[in-house]
């Protein structure tokens, strides 16, 4: 009886504290939680008896230390996570249209997609992008492209992701100097770049410059939206493709987490106060198809991330401890065979972020497999969200499957082998000399071989790939990239190039060379640059032109 009341203390102290201060800052989505039977669901569900004693001190409460059930204290009682569609594709005209479009169907925030020149930082009239652009994302080389890719869409009251790493200071340059033609302020702008070159060599390989001047323009974008854009998320922290590349769920966590302490560490490296920076800090993660291990990693990775912040580096501030993160749902787990299948895994993997506790939520399309995803299948996609938001019930109690032993324990187990290879890669000197070392790459190749293994044998079973198989032919609607999209793009910007004030554009970049080779912030000059004409390729080229570029070794 003791325990039982001490544990009811606890919950009252928390509601009284942390969950009032919730309350007042955002209005609930409904008076009152209840099943079809009128049966009221609970904010958080409390065990009885003895069972109970070790419970608020085991796993907490959502809201506090160490957010293992979640970083907000009502989390989807109050308001859903954001619905963050990824798109972009082709032309701006044509990816403005797609956004327009997801916006009128519910969507609640934007996500941008960039094709394969743009993300290694050259223009669409560049040699090396020829027969590429606009085909895996949204060609943009200048800040005319930005202003149509946005057009009609107020940037102060939208939240943008750009996944965009290598470039992403430019881009996030192009975005400011939108946002204020607009007219909007810039320290209200909200959003998120993901700025993480560190997966750029271990997994991805759109990289540009070597580790040092990459990490220098990281930090530098750490500093300058710390006191100029202080609502932006400098960097999201990607296990995601990490998990694409073929890891286990262990191995996603640990190098993601790893690859951010090194971030850390470079920005106290370089001078900055660890509470201005760590709250714009954010993650993304892979929603795979094992629903509760993936609940597990998630809430792992949440209080590991939090005993990270407080502990190894004396962060004080509780923003600081909380590990934020996007979802996207798992694209190589999905088929071309059957490509209807793909809803369901979508779904589970969708539901198993929620139920994770994940902030925002991109849904993969059914046809992903096979083309670009076309307009049928990505409100399809959006729906799936919607569905599980407004009909499932599993937002309307506060981290539902807490307290299941097997939750519990998939959750520390995953937290126990992923500290273990936190501290192999800590011996190694940090996650930066683990993947010079190849031993983050080595571990991702082996699980991969092993999870391929396991599929060609017939130890995991993959519906309609290697069991239930049909005969079929793929009927679904297909959209295509035209490739006349390629010489729109280098008749635009000849036309740039050709009227604007090439004097002003040389003095910029000689500006710019000049900068590279010191320590200044190089955020201010990127606007500057931009707000003058001057390319994505530009200013790329310049600052190859100082640092070189990365080329990998074999290992």
Known sequence: MVNTMTLKDAFQKWQDSTLKKSLDKFSERKPRFETSSDIEIPRVALPD?????????????????????GVQPTMYRSRFWTMRQYAGFSTAEESNKRYRYL?????????????????IGYDADDPIAQGEVGK?????????????????????????????NAPAGVLLAMYIAVAKRQGA???QLRGTIQNDILKEYVARGTYIFPPAPSMRLITDIFQFCSKEVPYWNTISISGYHIREAGSTAVQEVAFTLANGIAYVEAALKAGLDIDSFAGQLSFFFNAHNN????????????????????ERFGAKKPSSWQLRFHTQTAGSTLTAQQPENNVVRVTLQALSAVLGGTQS??????????WLPTEKSVRVALRT????????????????????????????????????????????????KSIERGFMQNEIQNAAYAAQQAIEKKEQIVVGVNQFQVKEEIALERLKVDPSIELGQRERLRELRENRDQEMVDRYLGKLAEAAKGTDNLMPLFIECVEHDITL???CNTLRGVWGEYVAEGF
């Open 291 to 310: 629903l509760l291990e993936e609940v597990a990693k998630f809430r792992a990775a949440r209080r590991m991330w939090a005993r990270i912040m407080r």
């Open 136 to 164: 895996v994302g949204v060609s943009i080389s200048s800040i005319r492209d930005m202003e149509r890719l946005f057009y009609q869409i107020p940037l102060d009251k939208v939240s943008t992701s750009m996944t965009i």
């Open 385 to 432: 969200q919607q569905v599980i938001a407004y009909e499932s019930g599993v937002a309307d109690s506060i981290d539902p499957l807490a307290g299941s032993y097997l939750i519990e324990s998939l959750t520390d187990e995953i937290e126990k082998q992923a500290t273990e290879y936190i501290r192999q890669i800590d011996e190694m000197g940090g996650a930066l």
């Open 537 to 539: 390729g530009e200013v």
């Open 49 to 69: 008896g003895e069972a109970g004693a070790a419970y608020e001190e085991r796993i907490g409460f959502p809201g506090e230390y160490p957010y293992t059930r």
């Open 361 to 370: 939520l991109h849904t993969n399309s059914m046809d992903e497999a096979l």
């Open 103 to 119: 916006l009128e169907q519910g969507q609640t925030g934007l996500s941008v997609a960039f094709d394969l020149p743009t993300q």
């Open 185 to 187: 302020d810039m320290r």
